[in-house]
């Protein structure tokens, strides 16, 4: 008991042993039940989807990104929502990030993934090039 003291603070997992949980998981399955299988893991993501809870994965991350841009650069998405100011210079460095993001993760990422990411940045591109191909600022003389 002595070296804790001497240690500055102590890490105690609580998870799995009986003892009353945060309140914050208190509805959540114990650990000992977490989903084994993929179709076990999808069925538990539905349910947090059915429940308000998106699940959080690199497709989701790209679409939320991609959306960025694209209300950055003028789309409206949802039609209760009053439209954004156009924003390119932030809306190229979103499309950057992705790029890069694409670059870095290459060979990484499941086909799904892949064609998501492929997808939304081809979308990205072609919309961008849409809004500045008649602006002199891009182009030399």
Request: aromatic share 4%; proline share 9%; charged share 25%.
């Amino acid at each position: 008991m002595g070296e804790e003291k001497d240690q500055g603070f102590v890490i105690r997992d609580r998870r799995g042993r009986g003892e009353e949980a945060p309140p914050s998981t208190a509805s959540e399955p114990p650990p000992a039940s977490a989903p084994s299988s993929p179709e076990a893991h999808h069925a538990d993501a539905d349910s947090k989807m059915s429940a308000g809870h998106l699940p959080v994965n690199f497709s989701s991350f790209v679409i939320s990104m991609g959306s960025s841009a694209l209300m950055l650069m003028g789309e409206q998405l949802d039609p209760g929502q009053p439209a954004m100011p156009l924003n390119l210079p932030q809306a190229k460095e979103i499309i950057d990030l992705l790029s890069m993001l694409e670059e870095k993760t290459r060979g990484n990422l499941t086909s799904d993934e892949q064609v998501v990411m492929k997808d939304m940045l081809y979308a990205l591109r072609m919309k961008f090039v849409s809004l500045t191909s008649g602006k002199s600022t891009l182009h030399t003389p």
